[in-house]
């Protein structure tokens, strides 16, 4: 088998047949989407497992005949094609040869400069080289991005809307912010940044302690602690800059310099100071008027806050390893209660082994005394009139204290360094009349919580976690200023919506979308009117068509999934559900989630092309084929945990396929008449149908292909084992088998399908059901199998060659027993003391009855008996049974007198007893 020509020869055929487009038919519908992928360059083999679920389940719906709509887009907003553009500007090698690497022709690559062509070429990229050549079925005809003329309409009619409902508010707010390229978004799914999407804006309080004519702004995020200064600590070996705030003259290192003109107003640097010049000085403590000398410490970081760390070493392991190195040439003063401690820093550091000021434990142990002090602790008599307070009580107090006094300022950072997509380092700026979504609406919350509960949400555990989301959920910041692609906030000129804040409501625009593309719908005409009469129903159509996309958007509308990976949870889910709760009538709520895990590299972390390790998917596809990659990401892991790219175990979905392929074509050649064989064969069959069906209706991918792609293969295999050769069964299985696999490996369905003589494409048939189950023709067939299996195992560890096998069967006293306990079971009252009543009553030996009944009890947990004749069975299958062993084979039943290892008593129901002679 070809792979590659055979995708090729499927997707013409699909995409000329044109049978991706949703048409309404069925008076059932399916309304399916993933997160667009951000314009950023080239996608990898991470992006595909998304994508990837999100076209088997839009197959699999289609077969089980619902009319399916599968749209796609594109996220152009924000910053990830201006920095791309920005970088090819300015002929940055390393960006150049990516996009050489990758394919991109030079007369393109010149083009890259506008970020409008980056979001035009990749925008093409990703169609005909991902999802078309992966065979998804996506309407192609609804494909839109965000930048284009009608969705800036569709976003601004969004925004007048949230304005009509007074969820759109004006105030202060510190945002994320790129000195290049302006505002930013910090999250997780990092459209913006390519580090740090999980960093948190902390709260600096910057206590002011004096020095002659100077502030020294200690930053802290434990002012509660200035009672416990014995020093202060600054780098000796950086450069530090006098800066004037305001009246005040303020020394800091550069980096804060810099971070404090963007949040502060009236600030200038006036001249610099060597941190050396500082050391040995003394300044004054704020509160306690108290005088503390200036240390050196190399572990003071001139790039996070101010670079001016005070020091409180009875309770910071780091300060107290430090001056442990100095010589201890201050007294720790102990400030704060806690149950287990005397000198809280010093106990941790001793008991932990901590050797020096750069020992990597010590950060573990601040987080054990911070946590410990924090929930537990008690401020001391050295703390003046907040003594036998708890630390959690008068924090925010003496903050607000040293605020009123003009002792303390407050200064933003992140808990972590984020960089943006251009590569420089992100700020906080103040931003004094913000817009923001009020998310924080109680009423707003509560909706959504409750239609949460009503949602069909994947995995389970996400929608016990969302209202917990909704309620954490903040307002959140809409627009942003600078050089950024997207809409015009209708309310301030100049400012674009920000690319999350543009990504609540758009799978209502897929409705719209095709007849904008085919220039039935004008972009003239999409005003305020147009929207209210698509999505509400309001006012009068002015024509046919927008009476045809009300009526597409009735039918189709609301989301049956909105399937996204897990960066998604705590950002755009959330505002996807609130958005459509605020905005939409109640039928048009969406109805389900499906939350996709990442796959990663080696380390376990997130593949992306920022931090390398993402190999291109066109030549993964063409070295490994793409429905090995479907199968890759179907079968490797559940969708609901992290899978680790391994290119080995790709390879090896694509020889079982290979190996599939091959059974298939030798199987198809088999011509016969009926057998015994048959009847367990379509049972068998029937009950791993029953297994696919169940698995699907919850999306567990992994499960129903191990059912499709390995256990239904052993069957087969199994079936010719035993002599099985009926065409006609063979044709009943081979047909419906292939139909399981379609919604997993389309093109090598399709294949099969046609190799067999049918007609028509198998991606339109309907899905196959379950049929008759007999229970007791899989129940003697399984034991069969487990006695060949049991008797290969003995010689295996026996190293032995048999001569003869004898197989005792379980007496018909233990059959009775279990009938007992199959009754008892039925009844929830299976335990060894009703068993054992019972059985009483049958006059059995009650010793020998005990001793098996336990065991029965152990064995009945695991599996299921369903009486049987074990021994007719295995007569019957006694030819077959020799010529898999190689042997002669005896089947004893409990009247054999022949037993020289006393194997007869250890039979038990569905379980013989075996004895080798060699």
């Keep these: 088998m070809e792979f590659e020509d055979i995708e090729k020869k499927w997707q013409k055929k699909w995409f000329d047949a044109r049978i991706y487009e949703a048409k309404k038919e069925k008076q059932k519908k399916f309304f399916i989407h993933f997160a667009y992928p951000g314009i950023s360059g080239y996608l990898h083999v991470g992006h595909m497992r998304g994508f990837t679920y999100s076209d088997i389940i839009a197959r699999y719906k289609r077969m089980l005949g619902y009319d399916v709509i599968f749209p796609a887009g594109f996220h152009a907003t924000g910053l990830p094609a201006v920095s791309l553009a920005k970088k090819v ?67 601004q009619w969004q925004f007048y809307k949230l304005n009509e409902l007074g969820l759109l508010i004006q105030k202060p707010h510190y945002a994320p912010y790129c000195p290049n390229c ?89 001249d610099k100071i060597h ?29 996070v806050a101010t670079g001016i760390v005070m020091s409180v070493p009875a309770h910071a392991p780091y300060d107290y390893a430090a001056l442990l190195d100095m010589g201890m040439p201050v007294e720790p003063i102990v400030i704060i209660k806690v149950k287990g401690y005397d000198v809280p820093a010093k106990e941790i550091v001793e008991k932990m082994g901590i050797k020096n000021q750069f020992d990597e434990k010590l950060e573990e142990a601040t987080q054990i005394i911070y946590k410990e002090e924090f929930h537990s602790g008690i401020m001391n008599e050295n703390c003046t009139e907040y003594a036998g307070k708890k630390i959690n009580e008068v924090k925010e107090e003496i903050k607000n204290k040293l605020i009123e006094r003009n002792e303390a300022a407050i200064m933003r950072e992140f808990s972590k360094k984020v960089i943006c997509r251009c590569g420089a380092e992100v700020i906080i700026k103040r931003v004094p009349d913000q817009w923001f979504i009020k998310y924080s609406d109680a009423e707003l919350t509560e909706k959504s919580k409750e239609h949460v509960k009503k949602m069909n949400i994947y995995p389970p555990e996400y929608k016990e976690e969302l209202p917990k989301v909704l309620d954490w959920f903040g307002d959140r910041a809409c627009i942003r200023r600078g050089s950024w692609l997207g809409t015009e906030f209708p309310f301030k000129k100049g400012w674009v919506v920000e690319p999350i804040s543009d990504s609540t409501l758009y799978p209502a625009y897929y409705i719209i979308s095709k007849y904008v593309n085919n220039s039935e719908l004008s972009i003239d005409e999409m005003n305020n009117e147009f929207f209210d009469y698509v999505f509400f129903g309001k006012g009068n159509a002015k024509n046919e068509i927008w009476k045809k996309i009300r009526e597409d958007f009735l039918y189709w509308y609301p989301v049956d999934i909105n399937l996204g990976g897990k960066e998604h949870k705590t950002v755009h889910f959330p505002v996807f559900i609130m958005n459509h709760v605020a905005i939409m009538e109640r039928q048009h709520w969406p109805r389900g989630i499906f939350v996709n895990w990442w796959v990663t590299q080696q380390q376990g972390e997130k593949i992306s092309k920022s931090k390398g390790g993402a190999e291109p998917i066109p030549g993964a596809s063409k070295k490994y084929g793409v429905d090995t990659m479907r199968l890759y990401y179907a079968h490797s892991a559940s969708p609901f945990v992290d899978v680790e790219w391994n290119s080995e175990a790709v390879e090896q979905y694509k020889k079982r396929l290979m190996k599939i392929w091959n059974f298939f074509e030798e199987i198809i050649k088999i011509k016969g008449g009926e057998s015994k064989i048959d009847e367990w064969l379509l049972s068998a069959f029937n009950k791993e149908l029953k297994e696919i069906e169940n698995a699907m209706e919850e999306y567990e991918f992994r499960k129903a292909a191990n059912s499709i792609y390995f256990n239904i293969y052993s069957m087969l295999q199994w079936y010719i084992r035993r002599g099985g050769k009926n065409e006609n069964v063979i044709r009943e299985v081979i047909e419906k088998w292939i139909r399981t696999m379609t919604p997993f490996t389309p093109h090598m369905a399709e294949e099969m399908w046609e190799k067999l003589g049918n007609t028509g494409f198998v991606s339109l048939q309907s899905y196959p059901k379950a049929g008759e189950i007999k229970e007791d023709v899989l129940i003697g067939e399984e034991l069969l199998i487990k006695t060949i299996n049991d008797i290969e195992e003995i010689k295996k560890v026996a190293r032995i060659e048999p001569k003869k096998v004898y197989i005792y069967v379980a007496p018909q006293w233990k059959w009775k027993i279990l009938d007992v306990a199959n009754a008892l079971k039925k009844e929830g009252k299976l335990n060894m003391k009703n068993l054992m009543m019972e059985t009483k009553k049958l006059g059995m030996d009650m010793k020998r009855a005990s001793k098996y009944a336990a065991k029965l009890i152990e064995e009945m947990k695991k599996m299921e008996f369903i009486k049987v004749d074990e021994f007719g069975y295995l007569i019957n299958a006694r030819d077959f049974i020799e010529k898999e062993v190689g042997c002669k084979v005896e089947i004893m039943d409990e009247h054999a007198t022949y037993d020289p290892a006393g194997k007869k008593e250890q039979a038990m129901p569905l379980r013989p007893a075996i004895y080798i002679e060699s």
């Excluded at 941190?275 to 790039?303: M, N, Q, R, W, Y």
Aim: proline share 4%; glycine share 6%; net charge negative.
């Design 89 to 155: 500007e300015r002929k940055d090698e390393k960006t150049l040869q990516y996009l050489r690497s990758n394919g991109c022709p030079e007369e393109i690559i010149k083009k890259l400069s506008d970020p409008a062509e980056v979001v035009k070429y990749f925008s093409n990229v990703y169609v005909e080289q991902y999802w078309k050549k992966f065979g998804f079925l996506i309407d192609y005809t609804r494909l839109m991005d965000t930048i284009s003329p009608g969705y800036k309409k569709f976003i």
């Design 182 to 270: 302006g505002p930013v978004a910090v999250d997780k799914s990092e459209t913006d940044i390519s580090q740090g999407g999980d960093a948190e804006i902390l709260e600096f309080v910057l206590i002011k302690f004096k020095m002659d004519d100077y502030i020294l702004p200690a930053a802290t995020l434990r002012p509660e602690t200035i009672f416990g200064v014995t020093n202060m600590w600054v780098n000796g070996s950086e450069e530090y800059v006098i800066v004037r705030v305001g009246n005040e003259k303020w020394i800091v290192s550069e980096k804060a310099a810099f971070k404090l003109e963007h949040q502060m107003d009236d600030v200038e640097i006036l």
């Design 275 to 303: 941190g050396s010049k500082l050391v040995g000085k003394k300044c004054v403590a704020p509160i306690i008027e108290k005088e503390v000398p200036i240390f050196d410490a190399k572990f003071v970081d001139t790039s």
